[in-house]
């Protein structure tokens, strides 16, 4: 028996999914290449990270939708990642949204810029969730 989804979710189509996909692959592309103008500006990085969690909040979106036929809409982020747990071989990709909502609010709301390593621990993460859903999409 499948595991009753927690928190509030919505229905999600596999073309839905397939979206949402769009938009992670693209708010990580954008993350990319703000990432390199934080040499000469380091308030990019905040913006990069930023992007980062829209690219694993969209991606743990479209993995769940193709998977599991709905998505997260709560308010709390958090209960996306117990959704996508339900979803065979997102391990790291459970982890991966963890860390990025870790860094969300330094990043969206903070006050100091997100240093270089936040950083690269967002991008790597971000990787990690869209990888769990490009597969769920095949």
């Known amino acids: 028996m499948t595991p009753r ?3 509030r979710t919505v229905a999600c189509t596999r073309a ?3 979206v ?3 938009h992670a692959e693209k708010f990580l592309e954008v993350a990319t290449l703000v990432e390199s103008e934080v040499a ?3 308030a990019m990085a905040s913006v990069a990270a930023s992007l980062a969690v829209l690219a694993g909040i969209a991606a ?3 993995a769940c939708g193709a998977t599991l036929g709905v998505r997260s809409r709560g308010q709390d982020h958090r209960q996306a990642a117990d959704l996508l747990a339900q979803v065979a071989g997102s391990d790291d990709a459970v982890k991966g949204v963890r860390r990025l909502l870790d ?3 330094t990043a969206n709301y903070g006050v100091i810029h997100v240093g270089s390593q936040d950083l690269r621990v967002a991008l790597r993460a971000a990787r990690a969730v869209l ?8």
Request: aromatic share 0%.
């Open 103 to 105: 860094l969300k609010d």
């Open 40 to 42: 000469t500006d380091p």
């Open 5 to 7: 989804p927690t928190g």
């Open 60 to 62: 743990s979106d479209a």
């Open 131 to 138: 990888d769990c859903a490009r597969a769920a999409m095949r």
């Open 16 to 18: 839905q999914a397939a």
């Open 20 to 22: 949402r996909l769009q």
